[in-house]
């Protein structure tokens, strides 16, 4: 998905930073080497809000999708979309990191910080799923993943998980077809 660049409030609202990109990373796994290129996509729901119940769309409201449910630009999402980059960059860089499988069969990711009025602990979740790419690459060392960030935003609860593991391993079990479960 290729996010474009748009104007809220007399603002011009940058996405350059969440166009696909791609990353290689290493990982060593019961049965080997082997390196992993990974295609990462954002999706629009990492800026954007869907409306809340009964919730009147603001005359000044930027909408970024209709269907399936109306979203709009969301200021506060998309001012963590810089860490969310960095964060998922984090990944590829340490696939020892762990990350969580949710009830939703999706992974996530987080890191917590205390909002700028201080207080309880908050979390910055990104929700990503991991699936082969289509294409694959003859060079049996190399393997290519798809990898959709398919929602983040903050959180002051913990999210329900059933397992964690390194992101490597996630990467691995994507590979060879292993059931996260």
């Known amino acids: 998905m290729q996010h474009e660049n748009f104007h809220y409030n007399g603002t011009l609202i940058y996405l350059s930073h969440l166009g696909q990109t791609s990353a290689d990373f290493n990982w060593t796994s019961p049965i080997g080497n082997q390196t992993y290129r990974v295609w990462l996509r954002y999706s629009n729901h990492c800026y954007s809000r869907e409306l809340a119940h009964g919730e009147v769309q603001a005359e000044h409201a930027y909408v970024v999708e209709t269907a399936p449910k109306l979203r709009v630009y969301c200021p506060d999402r998309y001012g963590q979309t810089e860490r969310l ?97």
């Open 85 to 181: 980059v960095r964060m998922m960059g984090a990944l590829f860089e340490r696939p020892t990191s762990k990350v969580s499988l949710t009830h939703d069969k999706n992974w996530t990711t987080f890191e917590l910080y205390l909002p700028p009025e201080g207080g309880a602990q908050h979390r910055y979740c990104a929700f990503f799923r991991v699936k082969n790419s289509a294409e694959q690459p003859e060079d049996p060392s190399l393997h290519f993943l798809d990898m959709h960030v398919e929602s983040a935003y903050v959180r002051t609860n913990v999210v329900k998980t059933v397992r964690s593991c390194p992101f490597g391993m996630v990467a691995h079990m994507t590979k060879h077809q292993i059931p996260y479960f």
